[in-house]
Nanobody, 114 residues
């Protein structure tokens, strides 16, 4: 059983929107800074958006103005607008603090066609 379950991905055309959701299944994340990470095909996993327990957000340069991270008690969301083919990848959520990060879930695949 995994601690973090991501959902909401899919195959869309460029310009479309998706909303990803991540739920913590066995532990609370309400006091943790959380992030959404993306692993493009053949590349490393990188942080695309983060949110503190107090709601302060930060974004990778290439998604600023297009992606919005938010959270409620035990879920984290990523609203993705104006999607581009380069946004394609598997998206994961996890703690921002690498020293306390949990096991990675299966992620959710996002594929953006041109």
């Amino acid at each position: 059983q995994v601690d973090l379950v991501e959902s909401g991905g899919g195959l869309v055309q460029a310009g479309a929107s998706l909303r990803l959701s991540c739920v913590a299944t066995r532990r609370t994340i309400s006091r943790n800074a959380m992030g959404w990470y993306r692993r493009p095909p053949g590349k490393e996993r990188d942080l695309v958006a983060g949110i503190t327990s107090g709601g302060t957000t930060n974004y990778a340069e290439d998604v600023k103005g297009r992606f919005t991270i938010s959270r409620d008690y035990n879920r984290v969301y990523l609203q993705m607008n104006s999607l581009k083919p380069e946004d394609t990848g598997v998206y994961y959520c996890n703690l921002l603090d690498s020293s306390t990060r949990w096991d990675w879930g299966q992620g959710t695949q996002v594929t953006v066609s041109s």
